[in-house]
């Protein structure tokens, strides 16, 4: 048997690979890499990305116990280059489907600052999955009370993940976000920047001076200008337009570690806009 | 996750493409069909990235995604999949050639859990403990597995005489 099962060998081997197999796998690759803000692109050699739990597996998000359980098993590598760790799972129920990124810092050489951080991602995120979780609810519930099947339904889709903006030896830039797929208004959105060298989460005030806002008014009142030039009408004007960042305005850093300020949709401009971005120049 | 990790994966994905159409191939016998399984199973390996601990492993943990693609693509699209030709005799001079396609048909009338097997073991040259990674269970479990899908081959090809 085993004799004529090497001749099958060869029957099996000897079929033709279809010329389109290398193109498609190349394309995929690209696009899965494309997909996926946390394969890192950045000079990140300083940063290192940690997986927390091992296996997709099914945690019950309003068990407390469960989640702290799990966090105890996150294996933090003694290597002092890694910043980074995600809690990550899935779960899959009738009402929803959660495909959840918590990141966490880790390796700051300051704990309760990195405690600090990470209770309170952990926290915003947490609070957002078991609200989505009630309107999962309510909106299933209401979904059959208006004639839907239980058949017909689908489960809501709820994301949690994290964009890596900047990465340095210096500065760690991100931002954690919860998406669902039952309407966008339901998009949060939490930008972290941190000072490595003094652990501490960096403000506006802090790179560019007293006079912030209005170095950074001034470049984004410019920038409108500008952008209105060339025919992008988006932006509001007179008393709905852009007058002044606020005190706790988002931000992020960039690859280059330039500040990137960030505005929510309908907040200086219609919604075709989007999330208005104005990198903002160092002035010395 | 980290870069390294994710490379090393890509890389695997590349150098290995072939192999992993002709055991697509092996289950549904389509083309396009081995063409959509190979996609998914990359798409679910990178995404999954982050699971992969010891890169050491990354060929049982890639099989593990294509044979468990493969399988419950069969499962969903029982009906609907042709079959392509069966390929031309490499060497001709074979003189068992008839018995030889007998036993390549029967290796597609096994159950998807023995044909996995066999073709793990003699067309993909798996080591049993390889087996065991990717069918996650252990090497006995996988030993006595392989005997029982020779036995049913051979009674297979006996039935039909």
Redesign the interface.
Known sequence: MEKKLKEVKKLYINQEIPEELKIMVNKTIKDSKDRKTRSFRYKAASVAAVVAISGSFIVGLNTNEAFAKTIDEIPILKNIADVFTFKDYEMHSELINEDINIPAVVGLGDEKFEQKINDEIYEKMTAHISEAEQRAAEYKEAYIATGGTEEDYRPIDVVVDYKLYHADENYLSFAVYQTESLASAYFEIYYYNINLKTNETMTLESIFGKDYKNIINKQIADQIQERIQNQDCGYFKGDAGFKSIADNQNFYLNEDGKVVIIFDKYEIASGGTGRPEFVIEQVK | ???YN?NKI?EY??TS??DF??LA??YVKN?EAA?DI??DS??KA??????L?NIEYVKTWFYRILVNTSISYLRKNKRIILSDK??????PE?K?LA???D??DA?DKLDPKFKTI??LR??EDMKIDEIAKVLDCNINTTKSRLYAS?GK??SIIEGEG
């Open positions: 996750m980290s870069t994710y890509v994905i590349e493409q072939n159409y002709l191939y092996g083309r063409l190979v996609q990359i798409y990178l995404s999954s990235a982050n699971k601990r069966v390929p031309e005799m490499v060497s074979n068992n018995e030889i396609y036993l390549y290796i066999v073709m003699y067309f020779l081959l051979k």
